[in-house]
């Protein structure tokens, strides 16, 4: 036996229980209560839990995006991502007008060759799915890239119309593959922003203003219409607003194969952010945007008793230095996202399991092992059993939490939880069997993650 993690409390999305773990060529090979078998290596979980690496299905790194690039590239983000707990994650590999998929691919691959510190997969964004594209999505499922994200928001750059969309949500139920959506309204999001600037109005607020909360309804009801009509699965990412819950709910109600994530920023910020002094406002602004609060107990509701699957973490950060500053003029110029990948474990533990919104298991089923069934990387990933890979997180309740830029590993220069407080410290972390976080420190090396081959879509949360 390689490692033996002692002593622990082992968790998953079913159960609790006291177990030792043992592992030999980066899998779990053992869960006892007692290992008694001597091992390479021990690590001491006393007092503490041991969890599934967490998986992040949303994240965007290295992404050219309004006018720059995220800050964050696959060395920085997968690094910080480990240092919050996240083992495994999926990028949005976006195709560009005109790019085939296979260049768009070849070009994320690059990104994260030699440099990922946890392992990685893919989704495939695609923007301009002409005749060609269409056929060439079968190639792509073949290539472990088996998700599809489609954007009805960001008119001029990423959006595409209905008629494409329809065609892609066919044309992934026929290659085994899941469409994802980004389900604001573009048409109606343009006409405000013109319209805004038009009387002068230019300050991050505006940013929330010309989104409403109607217009992501609006499109999450269309998307789901629309892979009704193709008999397509559907998941929405990044939901933040209850009325487009309510269009989530309706149509799981009624049977369809519909899911949808939410993030921490929803369920923990509002647009009070956007009022901050000095455009410190800019710092959240994504889309969609963050929402009047009285939407957030609707969304822990939603992650409780299931309407919700996934909390990812929409990780697409931008300094506030040189970057959200693009915008001091205008609020449409300012580049959209915010940083996220390394807070959302501790984050949810604090503010779902220690103030009892959902349980310890909901929580590794909602960042862990749900993710690994929806986007095909279950069994593997997603669970501490034996003959799953050993991502695991030792996770220390006792610990005290405060969240700072000052002390984050993420490669921007602010947090939207600056000063958060809490309990709980991620102790250790293994990917596939090697130790990459111990204590406060990095021991994993780029280029050590491994591109994961996702399975076809199969399963419904
Ligand atoms: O503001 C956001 N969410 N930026 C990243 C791109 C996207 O829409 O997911
Ligand atoms: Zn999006
Ligand atoms: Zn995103």
């Given at each position: 036996?390689?490692i033996?993690?002692?002593?622990g409390?082992?968790?998953?999305a079913?159960?609790?229980?006291?177990?030792d773990?043992g592992?030999?060529?980066?899998?779990?090979?053992q869960?006892?209560?007692k290992i008694?078998?001597p091992?390479?290596?021990t690590?001491s979980a006393?007092?503490?839990?041991?969890?599934?690496?967490?998986?992040?299905?949303?994240?965007?790194?290295?992404m050219?995006?309004g006018?720059?690039?995220?800050?964050?590239?696959f060395?920085?983000?997968?690094?910080a991502?480990a240092?919050g707990?996240?083992?495994?994650?999926?990028?949005f590999a976006i195709q560009g007008?005109?790019?085939?998929l296979?260049q768009?691919?070849?070009?994320?691959h690059?990104?994260?060759e030699?440099?990922?510190?946890?392992?990685?997969?893919?989704?495939l964004?695609?923007?301009d799915?002409?005749?060609?594209?269409?056929?060439?999505l079968?190639?792509?499922?073949?290539?472990?890239?088996t998700?599809f994200k489609?954007?009805?928001?960001?008119?001029g750059?990423?959006?595409i119309?209905?008629?494409a969309?329809?065609?892609?949500?066919?044309r992934a139920?026929?290659?085994?593959?899941?469409t994802?959506?980004?389900?604001?309204?573009?048409?109606?999001i343009d006409?405000l922003i013109?319209?805004?600037?038009?009387a002068g109005?230019?300050a991050p607020?505006?940013?929330?203003l010309?989104r409403p909360e109607?217009a992501?309804?609006?499109?999450t009801?269309?998307?789901i219409?629309?892979?009704?009509?193709a008999?397509?699965?559907?998941y929405?990412?990044h939901l933040?607003?209850a009325?487009?819950l309510?269009?989530?709910?309706?149509a799981?109600?009624a049977?369809?194969?519909?899911?949808?994530?939410?993030?921490p920023?929803?369920?923990l910020l509002?647009?009070k952010r956007y009022?901050?002094p000095?455009?410190?406002g800019?710092k959240?602004?994504?889309?969609?945007?963050l929402?009047?609060?009285a939407?957030q107990?609707?969304?822990?509701?939603?992650l409780?008793?299931?309407d919700l699957q996934?909390v990812a973490?929409?990780?697409?950060?931008?300094?506030?230095?040189g970057?959200?500053?693009?915008?001091?003029?205008?609020?449409?110029?300012?580049p959209n996202g915010?940083?996220?990948?390394?807070?959302r474990?501790l984050?949810m533990?604090n503010?779902?399991?220690?103030?009892?919104?959902?349980?310890?298991?909901r929580?590794?089923?909602?960042?862990a092992?749900?993710?690994a069934k929806?986007?095909?990387?279950?069994p593997?990933?997603?669970?501490v059993?034996?003959g799953?890979d050993a991502?695991?997180?030792v996770?220390?309740?006792?610990?005290?939490l405060k969240?700072?830029?000052r002390?984050?590993?993420?490669?921007?220069?602010?947090?939207?939880?600056?000063g958060?407080?809490?309990?709980?410290?991620?102790?250790a972390?293994?990917?596939?069997?090697?130790?990459?976080?111990e204590?406060?420190?990095?021991?994993?090396?780029?280029?050590q993650?491994r591109f994961?081959?996702?399975?076809?879509?199969s399963?419904?949360?």
């Amino acid at each position: 036996m390689d490692i033996k993690i002692q002593g622990g409390k082992v968790v998953t999305a079913s159960e609790t229980f006291k177990a030792d773990v043992g592992i030999k060529n980066g899998k779990i090979v053992q869960l006892a209560g007692k290992i008694d078998q001597p091992a390479g290596r021990t690590i001491s979980a006393q007092g503490c839990f041991v969890l599934p690496g967490a998986i992040d299905v949303h994240t965007h790194l290295a992404m050219p995006f309004g006018g720059t690039v995220s800050a964050d590239d696959f060395e920085t983000g997968t690094r910080a991502a480990a240092f919050g707990g996240t083992t495994s994650l999926i990028d949005f590999a976006i195709q560009g007008k005109g790019q085939s998929l296979a260049q768009a691919l070849e070009t994320w691959h690059q990104k994260a060759e030699g440099k990922a510190c946890i392992d990685y997969g893919f989704h495939l964004a695609v923007t301009d799915a002409t005749p060609k594209v269409m056929e060439e999505l079968g190639q792509v499922v073949k290539e472990g890239v088996t998700s599809f994200k489609v954007f009805l928001a960001y008119k001029g750059s990423l959006m595409i119309d209905d008629g494409a969309f329809f065609k892609i949500l066919r044309r992934a139920r026929e290659v085994g593959a899941l469409t994802m959506l980004h389900a604001e309204n573009g048409e109606i999001i343009d006409v405000l922003i013109k319209e805004a600037l038009e009387a002068g109005h230019t300050a991050p607020i505006y940013h929330a203003l010309t989104r409403p909360e109607e217009a992501e309804a609006e499109a999450t009801g269309r998307g789901i219409a629309l892979a009704d009509m193709a008999g397509a699965p559907l998941y929405v990412v990044h939901l933040s607003a209850a009325l487009a819950l309510d269009q989530v709910k309706m149509a799981r109600e009624a049977g369809l194969p519909i899911m949808a994530e939410t993030c921490p920023q929803y369920l923990l910020l509002d647009i009070k952010r956007y009022q901050e002094p000095r455009f410190k406002g800019a710092k959240y602004v994504m889309s969609p945007p963050l929402r009047d609060k009285a939407n957030q107990p609707f969304l822990w509701d939603g992650l409780a008793q299931g309407d919700l699957q996934v909390v990812a973490t929409d990780h697409c950060p931008f300094n506030f230095k040189g970057q959200k500053e693009m915008g001091k003029d205008s609020f449409a110029a300012i580049p959209n996202g915010a940083p996220g990948i390394e807070h959302r474990v501790l984050l949810m533990y604090n503010e779902g399991v220690r103030k009892r919104r959902f349980s310890l298991n909901r929580m590794v089923d909602l960042l862990a092992t749900t993710p690994a069934k929806i986007f095909g990387l279950a069994p593997a990933k997603g669970s501490v059993a034996v003959g799953a890979d050993a991502d695991l997180v030792v996770l220390d309740p006792k610990a005290d939490l405060k969240i700072s830029a000052r002390s984050q590993h993420m490669n921007v220069d602010y947090t939207p939880y600056e000063g958060y407080t809490g309990k709980g410290a991620v102790a250790a972390v293994l990917s596939r069997g090697r130790v990459i976080l111990e204590g406060k420190k990095f021991l994993g090396q780029p280029g050590q993650g491994r591109f994961i081959k996702r399975k076809a879509f199969s399963y419904v949360a």
